[in-house]
């Protein structure tokens, strides 16, 4: 009988371990730095880094906008969803070692939501947010604002954006459907010096 516990102990234990392997290497390994931004499972995390908050600041400026709330910094909005709620949180891997992040703010994912491309070292190329312009109202239909750099190759970012605010994960958020009719005409690109 002790020889038969030990054997099943033993199939158990081949059986976890492996898994256990698998399920560490599939995750990004120790503490999420901006510098590589693969090692950031979530834009939780990402938006957490040490520096992000001040690159970001750098990239967009301190203008105010009426976004999630009115008459705030871009960077604070941005901030505001990328460190919102995680189950809405996405992480994609684009072309030429960029990453997309995005996720909503906590408790409104109703269609809002930020989003920011960084390269394969951490420097922010592109943010963006989808927002119904809240100032004291809230506008009914959703918009989308794309910030990037007036000196930059800013096709395939402004590309992967679009794929980005009108793709299915998003658009599933929406509460109301007809908020995204004529969202083409909806779409601003903003570039910055």
């Known amino acids: 009988m002790c ?3 030990r054997i099943v102990v033993l199939m158990l234990l081949l059986s976890v371990v492996p898994c256990s392997v698998f399920a560490a290497t599939a995750a990004p390994q120790g503490p999420c730095r901006i510098i590589d931004p693969a090692t950031c499972a979530d834009a939780n995390q990402l938006a957490r880094a040490s520096g992000f908050v001040t690159a970001l600041g750098h990239f967009v400026g301190d203008s105010k906008v009426n976004y999630f709330r009115g008459n705030r910094s871009i960077s604070e909005q941005a901030i505001s969803a990328l460190g919102g709620s995680a189950a809405s949180v996405q992480v994609l891997s684009l072309a030429d070692k960029h990453y997309l992040f995005s996720a909503c703010p906590a408790r409104d994912c109703g ?18 947010f989808s927002s119904f312009h809240c100032d004291t109202a809230c506008d009914d239909v959703r918009h989308l604002d794309f910030y990037v750099r007036k000196d930059g190759d800013n096709t395939p970012l402004i590309a992967a954006l679009k794929a980005w605010g009108t793709g299915d994960p998003l658009k599933s958020t929406v509460w109301r459907p007809e908020a995204d009719q004529g969202l083409d005409g909806r779409m601003d690109v903003h570039t910055l010096p």
Not at 111 to 128: C, D, H, K, M
């Open 3 to 5: 020889k038969l516990m």
């Open 111 to 128: 269609g809002s939501a930020a989003a920011v491309i960084v390269n394969e070292y951490g420097q922010i190329e592109a943010v963006a």
